[in-house]
């Protein structure tokens, strides 16, 4: 039987390189954000590449879970999930049949590295808020609290902590998800080219380097504002082996 992981991210995280790391394995195969055309159809979200981005996805969501939930020819099954793509309100029973794991990462940086690729950011187009929700929601659904993992503890230490997460989710230890062919994949989204230029750069995991994040007033105050829900998230994170 697949095992069906939907690891459950906002933006400008490492769930790009996360995603590699995945795909890297000979028994996984993985699908890229397959709610984005959902969510700027029902949103009307100006984002890059929005027009192509509808095209080339579902925009119902009973078809998408149709997808998330058919044959895979693999052991695995890896879904990237962004947690401001899934409204209030809409149905996530279906999350009940899969290994849910959270990516999240500190507001500030968050917000500091969007800021570099859109113009302006709000609380939900980061989708800290709505990550603690589904949290919540998808505990309530399973009877189980999901594995949490935070990108600054796997750049600090990827085999450790990536070990850690495998064995937690009762997965096998393979050394081919600490490194990648540099370039682009198949499987990216067609919104890559705007978003994933550093990745398609990469070969693996950067190494952890700690920056000075300069924020205007308001984007500290989002930040200092989404800060609890980031904490109630980070005090169940996994930690290395």
Same mark, same amino acid.
Request: aromatic letters at 8%.
């Given at each position: 039987?697949?095992?069906?992981?939907?690891?459950?991210?906002?933006?400008?995280?490492?769930? %790009?390189?996360?995603?590699?790391?995945?795909?890297?394995?000979?028994?996984?195969?993985?699908?890229?954000?397959?709610?984005?055309?959902?969510?700027?159809?029902? %949103?009307?979200? $100006?984002?890059?590449?929005?027009?192509?981005?509808?095209?080339?996805?579902?925009?119902?969501?009973?078809?998408?879970?149709?997808?998330?939930?058919?044959?895979?020819?693999?052991?695995?099954?890896?879904?990237?999930?962004?947690?401001?793509?899934?409204?209030?309100?809409?149905?996530?029973?279906? %999350?009940?049949?899969?290994?849910?794991?959270?990516?999240?990462?500190?507001?500030?940086?968050?917000?500091?590295?969007?800021?570099?690729?859109?113009? %302006?950011?709000?609380?939900?187009?980061?989708?800290?808020?709505?990550?603690?929700?589904?949290?919540?929601?998808?505990?309530?659904?399973?009877?189980?609290?999901?594995?949490?993992?935070?990108?600054?503890?796997?750049?600090?230490?990827?085999?450790?902590?990536?070990?850690?997460?495998?064995?937690?989710?009762?997965?096998?230890?393979?050394?081919?998800?600490?490194?990648?062919? $540099?370039?682009?994949?198949?499987?990216?989204?067609?919104?890559?080219?705007?978003?994933?230029?550093?990745?398609?750069?990469?070969?693996?995991?950067?190494?952890?380097?700690?920056?000075?994040?300069?924020?205007?007033?308001?984007?500290?105050?989002?930040?200092?504002?989404?800060?609890?829900?980031?904490?109630?998230?980070?005090?169940?994170?996994?930690?290395?082996?």
């Amino acid at each position: 039987m697949t095992l069906r992981i939907a690891m459950w991210s906002g933006p400008r995280n490492i769930s %790009t390189a996360m995603m590699r790391a995945w795909e890297s394995r000979e028994d996984c195969s993985v699908i890229d954000e397959p709610f984005y055309a959902c969510y700027l159809t029902e %949103t009307g979200a $100006q984002h890059p590449c929005r027009e192509v981005i509808i095209a080339s996805q579902p925009t119902v969501r009973a078809v998408v879970v149709g997808q998330l939930n058919g044959p895979v020819e693999a052991d695995i099954f890896y879904q990237k999930h962004m947690t401001h793509h899934m409204p209030r309100g809409c149905d996530l029973r279906w %999350t009940s049949a899969l290994c849910n794991v959270f990516l999240i990462r500190s507001p500030e940086h968050v917000i500091a590295s969007y800021l570099q690729k859109m113009p %302006t950011v709000t609380e939900a187009d980061i989708g800290i808020v709505r990550q603690r929700e589904l949290f919540d929601e998808i505990t309530r659904i399973t009877g189980t609290q999901p594995p949490v993992i935070d990108g600054r503890d796997v750049l600090e230490n990827p085999r450790g902590l990536l070990q850690r997460l495998c064995q937690t989710i009762g997965v096998a230890w393979s050394d081919n998800m600490l490194s990648w062919a $540099q370039g682009s994949r198949k499987s990216d989204g067609v919104w890559a080219s705007h978003w994933y230029q550093s990745v398609w750069a990469s070969s693996g995991f950067e190494a952890y380097q700690p920056k000075l994040v300069e924020l205007s007033p308001s984007a500290r105050a989002l930040a200092d504002a989404m800060q609890p829900h980031y904490e109630a998230m980070a005090c169940h994170r996994l930690r290395a082996l």
